[in-house]
C-alpha cells in the first residue's frame, strides 16, 4: 500500500487505508495519523461510513432460492450415496 | 494483529441474517443418516456455495458438478468433521479445494496490484477530496430502501474480478473472519486484505453512483 513519509494524511492515502483500518492492521503510528485524519476531515468521516454501509448492505445479500427441481435432484443423489 | 486496538473497530463485519446457528442439531441428525438434515444444508447452503463455485470457475455446469461433488464429499466425510472450524468454514474449504483441483479451472493467480483503488480523479492535485461525499444515511437507515440498493450491489458483486469476488463474498456476503477466509482461499492476510480493499471500494462506487441517480 501507500508509504506514508508525509507527516499529515491527505484524503487520497487516507481512502487507501481504510481496510487496513478496519481489519486492525495498521501500525499503532499510522492509525493515529489515520484517527487525526478523520477527525478533521468530514468527507473521509463520511467515506468510511460509507465503507461501513457498504459492508453491512452485503451482510444483507440473501442466497437464491434453491429451485425445487434442483432440490430434488439433490436428495435423490442423497438416496443413491447413502445405498452406495 | 486481532484484537490489538481497544475500540470496536477490529474486523469490522456484517452478520448475514439468514445464518442463525442451527448447524449443530442438523449435522448430528445428517450424522445418523437423517435426508431432511440433508435437504435442510442443502437448501441452506447450496446456492452461496455455487455462487462462490462460480466465482472459481466460469462455467456453470462444471460450477455445478463441483458443488455436488462437495455434497458427496460432505456427506461421506461428515465423521470426520471435528468441529474445530464452524461447519460453514469446512464446507466452503472443501468447496474450495475441489474448485481448484478441478481441471477445467480457468484463473490462474495473478500478481496483485497494489494502484490505488479509489479513482484519482476524485480528488485534486494535493490530493484532497475534489467534491464534497453526501451522507448515505436517508437511504441506508430505512430498511425498505436498504433493501432498493441490493440488487444493484449483487449485481456489482457479480462483476467484481473473480479474486476479489471471493474475499468479499466469503467476508462480507457470508461473515467468514480474516484467518477462515485466507484458509478456504490459501492465500496470505495481506493478499486477502488488498482483494478485500479493491473489492469494497468498487461496491461502495456503484452504491453511490445508484445513490445518487436516486
Not at chain 1, 443423489?77 to 447413502?82: D, G, P, S
Not at chain 2, 458483486?157 to 467468514?176: A, Y
Request: charged content about 30%; glycine content about 6%.
Amino acid at each position: 500500500m501507500l508509504s506514508l513519509r508525509r507527516k499529515d494524511l491527505v484524503c487520497q492515502q487516507a481512502v487507501e487505508l481504510v481496510t487496513d483500518y478496519l481489519e486492525g492492521a495498521l501500525s499503532r503510528r499510522d492509525r493515529l495519523r489515520f484517527e487525526t485524519h478523520l477527525r478533521n476531515c468530514p468527507n473521509c468521516t463520511t467515506y468510511l461510513e460509507q465503507i461501513r454501509m457498504t459492508i453491512q448492505l452485503a451482510g444483507m445479500i440473501e442466497p437464491d432460492q434453491l429451485s425445487p427441481q434442483a432440490r430434488a435432484e439433490l436428495t435423490d443423489l442423497y438416496r443413491r450415496w447413502r445405498s452406495e | 494483529v486481532r484484537g490489538r486496538y481497544p475500540s470496536d473497530e477490529v474486523a469490522f463485519r456484517a452478520t448475514p441474517r439468514w445464518a442463525s446457528g442451527v448447524d449443530a442439531e442438523w449435522l448430528g441428525s445428517l450424522l445418523e443418516g437423517d435426508e431432511d438434515a440433508f435437504v435442510m444444508l442443502v437448501a441452506r447452503y447450496n446456492q452461496p456455495m455455487l455462487r462462490f463455485a462460480q466465482s472459481m470457475i466460469s462455467n456453470r455446469a462444471v460450477a455445478e458438478e463441483v458443488v455436488q461433488d462437495t455434497w458427496i464429499g460432505v456427506v461421506r466425510g461428515i465423521d470426520r468433521f471435528e468441529g474445530r472450524s464452524s461447519f460453514q468454514t469446512w464446507l466452503f474449504s472443501i468447496l474450495a479445494n475441489r474448485a481448484r483441483s478441478t481441471r477445467w479451472r480457468e484463473h490462474t493467480e495473478i500478481p496483485i496490484d497494489t494502484l490505488d483503488a479509489v479513482d484519482p480523479l476524485r480528488f485534486d492535485p494535493d490530493g484532497r477530496w475534489a467534491d464534497p461525499l453526501d451522507a448515505w444515511t436517508e437511504e441506508t437507515n430505512d430498511r425498505v430502501d436498504a433493501a432498493s440498493l441490493l440488487p444493484a450491489l449483487r449485481s456489482a458483486l457479480e462483476d467484481l474480478p473473480p479474486r476479489q469476488r471471493q474475499v468479499v463474498l466469503l467476508r462480507d456476503v457470508e461473515g467468514l473472519s480474516h484467518d477462515e477466509a485466507c484458509g478456504v482461499l490459501g492465500i496470505g492476510v495481506g493478499n486477502q486484505r488488498v482483494l478485500l480493499h479493491r473489492g469494497r471500494t468498487r461496491l461502495r462506487e456503484i452504491l453511490e453512483q445508484h445513490i445518487e441517480r436516486g
